[in-house]
């Protein structure tokens, strides 16, 4: 693995580069662009599903979301789906200049709102000759909708009425407000979260995968820009290269997989894992080698 830098705009971008086993620059590699969930880093679990198709043959790339991580941007730990689609694009146009990948074959591989972000930007970038995904959601749908998809309009017209109330006054001068990813502290999780918050409270915030770099928090006026964001509109016509996903059949987040199916026309597959959450084919072993045994032969056929 290298730490390797390139640039989307005038931000620098972090990246973790794999390279296969045997590597030689005078071959030609098929590539993947590996993208985190919404508060993620590319040392989670990004970082070890890269890992995983660099064994099976790929040139991988993990990167830092802009405003996160390592990477540059400003303001700090804003969430913003137009900058992560276009992290996406600058990822391909790095991996396009080595030497040692062949340009007409490189895919996405995206987790959680990654995945989101992951079609997204396939469906407008002629370069990505694939794109895969892992437990995916679209953000906006997760944040207008609930995880479960039942939130109610008068609830996110509240949300949006506070979010408003809060860059007023940070127009004023006010401090910036931040909200968390998943909840802060054992002490909010209880018998009534959410069993996917709660893996992802002990994914985030225990040593199970706890990064320095990922530190649970999100400007509040972001989530006017993820409640505009529909990571699948146009799925229907824009997006015409082969669509894997991987979903566990515990999730809560399944319904998003189920829904996006049925829209999708290009060659499509959506396989469920048995037993699996959301949060638990990030890096639960067992479940994490069954999607990377769906996902290598998917990218092997089409790129």
Known sequence: MQNVTFTNADDTMAGNLYLPDGFSEGRSYPAIVSVHPGGGVKEQTAGLYAGELAREGFVTLAFDASHQGESGGRPRHLENPASRVEDIRSAVDYLATLGYVDADR?????????AGYAVNATMTDRRI????????????AAYRLGWDGSEPVAT??????????????EAEGADAAYVPYVPYVPETVDGTTVPDMAE??????????QHPRSDNRM????VANIYAFDAFDQVETLLTQPLFMVAGSKAGSLWQAEQLL???????ELAVIDGAGHVSLYDVPEYVDQATAHLSPFFTKYL
């Open 200 to 209: 992802a409270h002990d994914y985030y915030r225990t040593p199970r995968a």
């Open 106 to 114: 490189i895919g996405v591989l995206g987790i959680c709102a990654g």
């Open 129 to 140: 000759k694939a794109v895969g995904t892992v437990s995916p959601i679209d953000i906006g």
């Open 219 to 222: 400007l509040f006026t972001s």
């Open 262 to 268: 049925p829209r999708v026309k290009s060659p499509k």
């Open 156 to 169: 996110q017209l509240a949300t949006l009425d506070a979010v408003a109330q809060q860059r007023a006054s």
